[in-house]
T-cell receptor, first 111, second 111 residues
């Protein structure tokens, strides 16, 4: 089977840096995506790592190590609006637009 | 460019009833996927439609069925509703391969 595991909750303060980890067990793995979801609303795409290494998009960076079956999302200069659930996701059946989502991490940013 | 829209936003049904949820995909996107998200969990892939044909299905029983229309909009039908079907149902459109664009979802409560 395929599964992606994340910590359930993370708490950090405004201005800090936080890392959200994702470990996965899949067959035929083709990359890792990250999505943000506020209060049960629409998940929004943050990043996609097809290859090993670091991808940077503004305050957010994402890392993938396929040999370790591990990735993380790094959020810098945290803002209150970053309080949300974050999901890693892997391709279902090798298709990058069919996803298996991780268990999700609820990030609480405190003043 | 119009985003993904879903209707209805909230609905309440009783066990054994049937429900139809609707989704209009983002302009130009020919692929629509449906996900079920139970409270506190990550979205789970139900199925995907590409050019009006089912293009992959997750681990959901046949009472979950769908349609895609020539304008790429889509319906999700669930028959014989069970209490465990209570969830947020998310529709996502994409231009393969690529990121998913989610709607705000339809929140179904089964009593």
């Amino acid at each position: 089977g395929q599964s992606l595991e994340q910590p359930s909750e993370v708490t950090a303060v405004e201005g800090a840096i936080v890392q959200i980890n994702c470990t996965y067990q899949t067959s035929g793995f083709y990359g890792l995506s990250w999505y943000q979801q506020h209060d049960g609303g629409a998940p929004t795409f943050l990043s996609y790592n097809a290859l090993d290494g670091l991808e940077e998009t503004g305050r957010f960076s994402s890392f993938l190590s396929r040999s370790d079956s591990y990735g993380y999302l790094l959020l810098q200069e945290l803002q209150m609006k970053d309080s949300a659930s974050y999901f890693c996701a892997g391709p279902y059946g090798g298709a990058t637009n069919k996803l298996i989502f991780g268990t999700g991490t609820l990030l609480a940013v405190q003043p | 460019e119009t985003g993904v829209t879903q209707s209805p936003t909230h609905l309440i049904k009783t066990r054994g009833q049937q429900v139809t949820l609707r989704c209009s995909s983002q302009s130009g996107h020919n692929t629509v996927s449906w996900y079920q998200q139970a409270l506190g969990q990550g979205p789970q892939f139900i199925f995907q439609y590409y050019r009006e044909e089912e293009n992959g299905r997750g681990n959901f029983p046949p009472r979950f069925s769908g349609l895609q229309f020539p304008n790429y909009s889509s319906e999700l039908n669930v028959n014989a509703l069970e209490l465990d079907d209570s969830a947020l149902y998310l529709c996502a459109s994409s231009l393969p391969p690529g990121e998913l664009f989610f709607g705000e979802g339809s929140r179904l409560t089964v009593l």
